[in-house]
């Protein structure tokens, strides 16, 4: 039973560059969570969604950012005109049907995004 | 406006002591809170949580208490391990803002020999 599993673990980019983070959760977990971390900091909340929706965007920077989550396929998330503000660990997690009582958000490796 | 404070950036502690890890909060409406570990280069690993109807959950090694009045967490270790060195996060979620977790800053445990 594979956990959540994140790609690439390491990407590096030039200022300018798009940058793609791709996510696939547990199986049978069909909601996805975006999270990122800066140095000595802890996870701050990006993006909630599920199959074909975004549920909650608030931690979304207004520009450059954007996710999906579509039918067939693993979450992206797509930083556009890369920065050296975003060079930062992006963490992705996934948890059940929430319906009912709270469900334990289980997280990937990570991806590591150097921008140069 | 940090919701979630980790006080102590770190702690040491001796092989077989209590490890304490504190955590305290300022949003009342948070009603459900996790405890993470966490290892360089690594995702964090679920360890413990507990409901804001409960004042304590305990999983082996590992205790979270809760106190409501106080805003106010505790994960403790007991007896601590090496392989317990990481860091730890503490996190809450609101019922009313849907499933995301408001994390901590982190404390740096490491467990000596």
């Known amino acids: 039973n594979a956990g959540v599993m994140q790609n690439p673990r390491h990407l590096v980019r030039r200022r300018g560059q798009e940058a793609r983070l791709r996510c696939s959760p547990m199986?049978?977990?069909?909601?996805v969570y975006w999270y990122r971390q800066l140095p000595e900091e802890g996870l701050k909340f990006m993006v909630y969604l599920q199959k074909e929706n975004i549920i909650d965007e608030s931690g979304m920077p207004k520009e450059r950012f954007s996710a999906e989550f579509p039918k067939e396929g693993p979450s992206i998330l797509r930083i556009q005109q890369v920065v050296r503000g975003d060079s930062a660990a992006y963490f992705c997690?996934?948890?059940?049907?929430?319906?009912?009582?709270?469900?334990?958000?289980?997280f990937g490796a990570g991806t590591r995004l150097s921008v140069l | 406006d940090q919701q979630v404070k980790q006080n102590s950036p770190s702690l040491s502690v001796q092989e077989g002591r209590i490890s304490i890890l504190n955590c305290d909060y300022t949003n009342s409406m948070f009603d459900y809170f996790l405890w993470y570990k966490k290892y360089p280069a690594e995702g964090p690993t679920f360890l413990i949580s507990?409901?804001?109807?409960?004042d304590k959950n305990e999983d082996g090694r590992f205790t979270v208490f809760l106190n409501k009045s106080a805003k106010h967490l505790s994960l403790h270790i007991v007896p601590s391990q090496p392989g317990d060195s990481a860091v730890y996060f503490c996190a809450a979620s609101a019922g009313n803002a849907g499933n995301m977790l408001t994390f901590g800053g982190g404390t740096r445990l490491m467990v000596k020999p």
């Open positions: 997690a996934s948890s059940h049907d929430r319906v009912g009582a709270k469900n334990i958000q289980y």
């Open positions: 507990i409901s804001s109807i409960k």
């Open positions: 199986k049978g977990h069909s909601h």
